[in-house]
């Protein structure tokens, strides 16, 4: 079936460090990918998307890009703040099918200032 | 813009106790979903649906059960609370039924078992 993986359980990072959170999927047919941030005490906030290869998503100085070559989809930041500290999800949204949003298991970034 | 509100925020339940969540969003989205989260575990689905009246068994159904009586409205019942349980339980929807657009998500249910 349908996966998302999430290599990084938790991240640690100086502020101005560069961040890479790795995401792999596996999918049949041709899905989309995502990125989630969530803040302590709040849901998972949408942060960008990208549905076709190439395709780079990006949001609040967060991008990623969209590999089918390779089924990734990492996240990166060139330098990130004390405010980017959150639990990051990358997910997946095939496009058939009802249950069809499939959620990593999150990495958890703390940035030391 | 519209928005999830989840209820309650903080809730804490009895041994062997039934417990209810509720989830109502104002976004007129077709599918709704609740989620458990445990510290570690990321975001397990517990039940979804597509429309008014359908429901949809996750992969974390056993020990749940849901409602959907109106589109707007999601409810969860927890059928006999855990010992020691605690978790954050989550609502979300989304447009349509495909897989392309993103899923907005409430503040969450802390559930507490003593």
């Known amino acids: 079936g349908d996966s998302v993986t999430q290599t990084e359980g938790q991240v640690a990072l100086s502020e101005e460090d560069f961040l890479t959170i790795h995401c792999n999927y596996s999918a049949s047919g041709y899905p989309a990918l995502f990125w989630y941030v969530q803040y302590p005490g709040e849901g998972p906030q949408f942060l960008f998307r990208a549905s076709r290869d190439k395709e780079k998503g990006s949001s609040r100085g967060f991008e990623a890009t969209y590999n089918k070559e390779t089924t990734s989809f990492h996240l990166q930041k060139a330098s990130v703040q004390e405010s980017d500290s959150a639990v990051y999800y990358c997910?997946?949204?095939?496009?058939?099918?009802?249950?069809?949003?499939?959620f990593g298991k999150g990495t958890s970034l703390t940035v030391i200032p | 813009g519209g928005i999830i509100t989840q209820t309650p925020k903080f809730l804490i339940g009895q041994e062997g106790q039934k417990l209810t969540l509720k989830c109502q969003q104002n976004f007129n989205h077709d599918t709704m979903y609740w989620y458990r989260q445990d510290s570690g575990k990321g975001l397990r689905l517990i039940y979804y649906?597509?429309?008014?009246?359908?429901?949809q068994k996750g992969d974390l159904s056993e020990g749940y059960d849901a409602s959907r009586e109106k589109k707007s409205s999601f409810s969860l019942t927890v059928t006999s609370a855990q010992k020691n349980e605690m978790a954050v339980f989550l609502c979300?929807?989304?447009?349509?039924?495909?897989?392309?657009?993103?899923?907005?998500f409430g503040p969450g249910t802390r559930l507490t078992v003593l």
């Open positions: 997910a997946l949204g095939a496009y058939t099918g009802y249950q069809n949003f499939y």
């Open positions: 979300a929807s989304r447009p349509g039924t495909g897989g392309y657009a993103e899923q907005f």
């Open positions: 649906s597509i429309t008014e009246n359908d429901l």
